[in-house]
């Protein structure tokens, strides 16, 4: 009966998404509900995956030069009044401290909603030749951003991420540096997150505040809805001029420098969940598993079986492995190992031993297989591979059979309402249609794809000459 229910407690994505994307999180113990609105605690379960995140992000930012650097949290008003585009992008969410200690402080100060600011008004004293470019620094902190809906790692009124903030010599290396951390994203989303993405270039209408252009590189979750993943912008020389970062070129002119800035952030955690998630609750790619294998003794009050779980541990130890030894039956194991979305589960069990063998299972397809125990470590890292592997292929089929097109508002609508998922369609340019499918079907354009089609000649909105093709969608 208690193994039957703790699967039960799980509503069914088919039923309900939202609430079962609730469920799983909540359940899989990856977070908390705090007395601070809209404000999670991010379990052990849930802050080890960032962790992963986090160590495997950072190794791939130093492979291209990148250095670790840490700013205040506090921003002054009058910094972030400097460049006017980016304080109008981001007054609506701006948290403001009005008093230290008990006294009103002179000026208020913002709660980094992002650090550009901070970062010009740091560079425009540290920047003086050429000779002290490039900057490619990178901040791991947290943010402040007052949402008025906020849901478990999607959209939190605090949230961790690292902030890259770049300052170049040209605006060619700052577009270089924009797409190269671009592609750092989606190569890391494709290659350690098993989730398949799209990169493109965002319309004007959906770049960042202040920001020349914005490329980000776009997901699609199991419900058909679009989550932005990662963001690179290139800022050109604009914040440069608000802020007055100069230097001194070769040819001994002044000149202003060229900025970028890149994120990504615990919302990765979430699109884990709803690309790869089922209705036992949690899959996990094996590269960002804390846990990439969990032994489960069978019969482990018996002789032997403990003893011959912690040996398969200690030679497991390549792995993240762990032995489920509390006092639980294995059913209840085996649902929670499932509900944590363990990649690999080994039984031992007596009839096991004596026969030098023990189980597999594979979280992500159930699939069961007899091991030999001295063959356990090859077949193990063999299995995790091939884990990683078919879960970026499932998730990209999955992608590519819910990615549709449309020539006109119709089919738009058609598809948008009875087939969620990516809508490719064609577009003038012009933000007027770009507002009028926001408003009539609440669909987003996501981003216009680094490869481009020709769906047709005309938009999709006002039928006038097509210039790109966009993916749109409703997102998270």
């Known amino acids: 009966m208690a193994d039957k229910k703790l699967v039960e407690a799980i509503t069914s994505m088919e039923e309900d998404f939202a609430q079962w994307y609730t469920d799983v999180v909540k359940k899989a ?11 999670m605690v991010i379990k052990p379960a849930g802050y080890a995956i960032w962790e992963l995140i986090q160590k495997q992000l950072d190794e791939r930012f130093k492979a291209t030069g990148v250095e670790n650097v840490y700013l205040p949290m506090f921003i002054p008003e009058s910094l972030l009044q400097k460049e006017k585009d980016h304080v109008e992008g981001f007054a609506p969410e701006v948290a403001w401290v009005t008093y230290g200690g008990l006294n009103p402080l002179q000026e208020r100060l913002c709660v980094r909603p992002t650090s550009e600011t901070l970062f010009c008004d740091f560079y425009k004293n540290d920047i003086h030749s050429y000779r002290d470019l490039p900057k490619v620094y990178n901040q791991w902190c947290s943010v402040v951003r007052w949402e008025k809906e906020t849901r478990p790692f999607l959209r939190s009124r605090e949230f961790l991420w690292q902030e890259g903030h ?11 540096r924009t797409i190269q951390m671009l592609n750092v994203y989606a190569d890391f989303c494709e290659e350690v997150l098993a989730m398949p993405v799209i990169r493109g270039r965002k319309t004007e209408k959906e770049k960042f505040a202040g920001a020349e252009s914005t490329y980000t590189i776009e997901a699609l979750m199991h419900d058909g809805k679009a989550l932005q993943s990662g963001t690179s912008h290139n800022f050109g020389d604009g914040f440069a001029k608000a802020f007055g970062i100069q230097f001194t070129d070769r040819d001994n002119k002044l000149k202003y420098v060229y900025q970028t800035s890149w994120g990504m952030t615990t919302r990765l955690i979430g699109a884990i969940i709803m690309v790869h998630g089922d209705n036992s609750g949690l899959v996990l790619p094996p590269r960002v598993a804390p846990t990439q294998i969990m032994i489960i003794p069978i019969q482990q ?69 007899e091991t030999a125990l001295e063959e356990l470590e090859t077949k193990a890292g063999e299995l995790l591979e091939r884990m990683q592997k078919e879960m970026l292929e499932r998730a990209r089929a999955h992608r590519d059979s819910h ?65 790109k093709m966009v993916y749109w969608g409703r997102a998270y």
Not at 319 to 346: A, C
């Open 29 to 39: 113990e990856l977070i908390d509900y705090t007395s601070v609105k809209g404000c």
């Open 166 to 176: 770049t300052a170049h010599a040209t605006m060619e290396e700052a577009e270089e």
């Open 301 to 369: 009050k018996k002789e032997g079986v403990l003893e011959t779980a912690y040996a398969l541990r200690d030679r497991l130890s390549s792995f993240r492995v762990k032995v489920d030894d509390s006092d639980k039956s294995p059913g209840w194991k085996f649902s929670e190992q499932e509900m944590r979305g363990i990649p690999l589960r080994v039984e031992i069990g007596p009839k096991d031993i004596e026969a030098g063998k023990c189980v597999i299972c594979r979280r992500d397809t159930g699939e069961k297989l």
């Open 403 to 467: 990615t549709y097109t449309a020539v006109n508002m119709e089919e738009l609508q058609d598809v948008l309402d009875n087939h969620p998922g990516f809508v490719k369609a064609m577009w003038c340019g012009d933000q007027a249609c770009e507002d009028e499918i926001k408003e009539k079907f609440a669909a987003t354009s996501r981003c216009m794809p680094f490869e481009q089609e020709q769906i047709s000649d005309r938009c999709v909105c006002c039928g006038k000459s097509a210039k």
